[in-house]
Nanobody, 122 residues
Framework: QVQLMESGGGLVQPGGSLRLSCAAS????????MGWYRQVPGNQRELVAS???????NYVDSVKGRFTISRDNAKNTVYLQMNSLKPEDTAVYYC????????????????WGQGTQVTVSS
């Protein structure tokens, strides 16, 4: 099994910054794509940003230029630096990892974190 542990959420004023972290642990041989998603009540979960093992990144248009995703492969950790936060960024943020187990080489499985609340409000 694989566990994803998120941290770094909280309350911040508009224009402020937060840094989210997500560390993966457990039966991991390799991690391919890691990503951050967010969800507000009544809405579908949406992709915010993703990063491949070779550091190729992808962002939703609404966060381009404000958010930066990065990863540390040695630590199986992904980060999301969020700057110039807006009230519409308020959501529960989830990380996801696409993982190959050492017991099932060649197969990839998706794992999710438990979510961390980000609230942007004055």
């Amino acid at each position: 099994q694989v566990q994803l542990m998120e941290s770094g959420g909280g309350l911040v004023q508009p224009g402020g910054s937060l840094r989210l972290s997500c560390a993966a642990s457990g039966s991991i041989f390799r991690i391919n794509v890691m990503g951050w998603y967010r969800q507000v009540p009544g809405n579908q979960r949406e992709l915010v940003a993703s990063i491949r093992r070779d550091d190729d990144t992808n962002y939703v248009d609404s966060v381009k230029g404000r958010f930066t995703i990065s990863r540390d492969n040695a630590k199986n950790t992904v980060y999301l630096q969020m700057n110039s936060l807006k009230p519409e960024d308020t959501a529960v943020y989830y990380c996801k990892a696409n993982v190959m187990s050492p017991w099932d080489l060649g197969s990839w499985y998706d794992y999710w974190g438990q979510g961390t609340q980000v609230t942007v409000s004055s």
